[in-house]
């Protein structure tokens, strides 16, 4: 017989505990077979030129610069806010990091120098963008627009709007290859998936990103710094801009202020199709990723049908569209069962 003896209050939230296990399991089972379908699209109309492992590679390559944007996006979304800079954030810190290597490190400097600076810039960036919400208690979308633009015009005037090269061979070597058969962005992408579960699923600060998201107020009285803690929350997205950023850097070898244009509205998207609550309080890393891949197969099939951009877009729309949709009556089934 065991020495401990369930509590009527841990027997009340059993059932609700299965009920969200049995419901993130079902959204995911969702995207997996999403993304199969996408997948045999791509095989029936493309046959060999999509069924290919260079072509797989490709779509990893292309999801994995989004994909570590989206998992810092993640959080804010988690925590109830939004970050419309990290895109604009990205292409600034593209753009200091190759300023440091075009004019400094001609001499003796390390490429290292030039990763730090791109990290640091974001990681600044999104601290400012979190003081503002926190402390200066301006709306999300308002500080991170104006963020948006002060990032982009200090891109331009820093590189002149001319596009800078990489030039320093050790840094493209050391990032540009493969380990295992897969290319090392890949793997950056997968080591920062695998670190923001852990973050969100086992530790103090995912668990208060998601009740401030959920309850602030709540949260308040139990005696979270919310201030504090949206500012940390802003600061990872800004982080994960700056890693972008180095990895755009490897992909192109290029730093510009036109880097990141946009994706800041491809990663809001592939959080809100991975099932990340747009309204806050619930987030999912694994469902991120599924998201991010689904939108980088669904670019991939259109491309390789030749299909227009424009059709993309209304494909992406759709898709988003029904994803909130399917937000909106899951969070109405949830509220009527309590």
Wanted: net charge positive.
């Amino acid at each position: 017989m065991s020495s401990r003896t369930a509590t009527p209050d841990t027997e009340a939230k059993a059932p609700a505990r299965r009920s969200r296990v049995l419901g993130t399991a079902g959204r995911n089972t969702g995207l997996v077979l999403a993304l199969v379908l996408l997948c045999v699209v791509g095989v029936v109309t493309a046959g060999d030129r999509f069924a290919n492992v260079d072509n797989v590679m490709t779509i990893l390559r292309l999801a994995s610069v989004i994909g570590v944007l989206s998992i810092g996006m993640t959080f804010v979304i988690t925590a109830g806010g939004i970050d419309l800079s990290i895109g604009a954030v990205m292409g600034l810190a593209s753009v200091w990091a190759t300023t440091i290597a075009t004019q400094t490190m001609a001499t003796d400097t390390h490429w290292s120098l030039m990763v730090f600076v791109a990290l640091a810039v974001g990681l600044v960036a999104g601290l400012v963008n979190g003081v503002l919400v926190a402390y200066g208690k301006v709306v999300a979308f308002i500080a991170t627009l104006a963020m948006m633009a002060a990032a982009r015009g200090l891109a331009e005037m820093i590189s002149n709007r001319q596009t800078q090269r990489v030039r320093v061979n050790e840094f493209l070597d050391a990032f540009r290859g493969d380990l295992l058969g897969v290319p090392v962005l890949v793997w950056v992408f997968l080591v920062v998936a695998a670190a923001g579960w852990v973050l969100l699923n086992r530790t103090t600060f995912g668990r208060r990103t998601v009740a401030v998201g959920g309850n602030p107020e709540a949260s308040r009285l139990a005696g979270i710094n919310i201030r504090r803690h949206t500012v940390l929350v802003y600061g990872l997205a800004g982080l994960t801009a700056g890693i972008g950023a180095v990895m755009m850097l490897v992909r192109t070898t290029a730093g510009t202020s036109t880097h990141g244009q946009l994706y800041e509205l491809d990663a809001i998207a592939a959080v809100v199709v991975g099932g990340t609550l747009l309204a806050g309080g619930r987030g999912t890393i694994v469902g991120t990723v599924l998201g991010v891949l689904i939108f980088t197969t669904l670019t991939n099939v259109f491309t390789q049908n030749n299909l227009s951009t424009s059709a993309q877009a209304v494909a992406k729309g759709v898709i988003i569209v029904v994803a909130v949709l399917l937000q909106q009556r899951l969070a109405a089934r949830s509220r009527s069962s309590t």
